[in-house]
């Protein structure tokens, strides 16, 4: 039985170096081929903007990025990154066929259905006092349609300028 636990032990020693010899051999590597991951993100990143906006965020992102401390901070801004050059480009897309008037009509439609909804809320708490967790649940889905709402009134302030032509 000793002998056993000691090669147990011995064993359990040589996959420990091993694995530590491994993480060290690939903690290298991701260190090695991190400034070309991040320079692909923001080669990424940029081609997602439009033309127009390219080149200026191409030399912004690419000195902010050297800038910024650590190899996982520079990993961590590129993709930020790309996800700015998304919205940047889905907020220069013009909302097309959606008027002034559709968004006015359809803001006062999800107002009227909160008010409505509020209403068959508070019938229920005077009808049952026990759905306390349905009316909670209730005024997070009104606080969510407020929200939507908002939303609504939220457009492209270039989008005008692209409908008129």
Same mark, same amino acid.
């Given at each position: 039985m000793g002998l056993t636990n000691i090669a147990v032990a011995a064993g359990i020693f040589v996959v420990g170096?091993?694995?530590?010899?491994?993480?060290?051999?690939?903690?290298?590597?991701?260190?090695a081929w991190t400034p070309r991951a991040v320079k692909t993100l923001i080669r990424v990143a940029v081609a997602r903007l439009p033309e127009a906006?390219?080149?200026?965020?191409d030399e912004e992102w690419q000195s902010h990025v050297n800038d910024t401390p650590g190899d996982l901070s520079k990993l961590i801004t590129a993709v930020g990154f790309i996800i700015a050059s998304r919205r940047i480009r889905d907020f220069s897309i013009p909302i097309i066929g959606i008027g002034k008037e559709v968004r006015i009509r359809l803001q006062l439609t999800i107002w009227l259905f909160a008010l409505i909804f509020a209403s068959? =809320?508070?019938? @229920? *708490?005077?009808?049952?006092?026990?759905?306390?967790?349905?009316?909670i649940i209730g005024f997070a889905v009104i606080c =969510?349609?407020? @929200? *939507?709402a908002?939303?609504?009134?939220?457009?492209?302030p270039h989008a005008d300028e692209r409908e008129a032509n």
């Open positions: 170096v091993l694995g530590a010899a491994v993480s060290r051999l690939l903690a290298d590597e991701a260190k906006q390219r080149s200026r965020r068959i =809320l508070v019938q @229920m *708490a005077v009808r049952d006092k026990d759905t306390r967790e349905t009316i =969510l349609l407020m @929200m *939507a908002k939303m609504t009134v939220i457009k492209n």
